[in-house]
């Protein structure tokens, strides 16, 4: 098979050119974790796709930076193995206090009423339906100590009790042969995950922290955890779900992040 190459950029000094994007970025990017990473993965490899474009035009540079990303996304689900699991740890090393993350503060915590709660799910499934907490907490649970990794550079590793994923979707009759699962959160944050992940033996609809409910400031009254994806991909305060072919997006990979978020 014929190998095409791409006609190389000329007349452009290759460290004004990667300069010259990293300034765009420090212009355009509030967020240092997101900064940082578009920075470092920033190459003149990735600056090829801008050929016949004018380095300067922040449009090209965006649409480049884009096209990258999804071919980074495209790279990590060929090689995301499904059967791999992440590592588990003892109680003894459950980080305590476990860390709040969110994209506002502690004193801005979502407070879910429990009794009026009710999760949404619809889209490519059989039974499209509400469900609430009682009904959930019936289904089959189990506990896992997981590390949570977050996009800024830290860790922690928490204990986090729930129903499998994978049991809730074949209950539900999702089509697994769908692409994303879409998530809407009661702190208006989104997210979407691919379906390999869904199904992962570790992904769990969390009900409970540390043996106790889970409290508001970690997700109350669900959170998915996935312990194969970053932080940024493990919403909280979950009040729908949906099955989809068509790419969902989420609060902070519509702003840049990398959609598929693998740890």
Excluded at 4 to 24: H, I, M, S
Excluded at 34 to 39: E, K
Excluded at 165 to 194: E, N
């Amino acid at each position: 098979m014929k190998i095409l190459q791409r006609p190389p950029l000329t007349g452009v000094d290759g460290d004004a050119a990667l300069a010259e994007a990293r300034k765009l970025i420090g212009r355009r990017i509030a967020q240092p974790a997101r900064r940082a990473f578009l920075q470092r993965s920033l190459t003149l490899g990735g600056l090829s796709l801008l050929s016949g474009c004018s380095i300067s035009d922040n449009s090209s540079v965006e649409a480049a930076l884009a096209r990258i990303s999804r071919f980074n996304d495209t790279v990590q689900g060929w090689i995301f193995d499904p059967n791999r699991l992440a590592p588990t740890y003892p109680d003894a090393m459950i980080t305590r206090p476990f860390p709040f993350n969110a994209y506002y503060g502690e004193d801005e915590i979502r407070e879910v009423d429990e009794a009026g709660y009710r999760l949404e799910v619809t889209g490519l499934v059989a039974d499209k339906r509400s469900w609430t907490l009682a009904e959930l907490r019936a289904m089959p649970q189990q506990d896992q100590v997981t590390r949570h990794i977050c996009v800024e550079g830290w860790s922690a590793i928490g204990k986090w009790g729930g129903v499998h994923f994978a049991d809730f979707l074949k209950r539900v009759g999702a089509d697994t042969s769908a692409k994303y699962i879409g998530f809407k959160c009661a702190d208006d944050y989104y997210t979407s995950i691919d379906m390999p992940t869904a199904l992962h033996p570790q992904t769990l609809l969390t009900l409970s922290y540390d043996g106790q409910p889970l409290p508001p400031k970690y997700g109350f009254p669900m959170k998915l955890r996935m312990p194969t994806k970053l932080g940024y991909k493990n919403p909280k305060h979950i009040k729908a779900i949906f099955v989809t072919n068509t790419y969902p997006g989420g609060y902070w990979e519509d702003q840049g992040y990398n959609w598929f978020g693998g740890s």
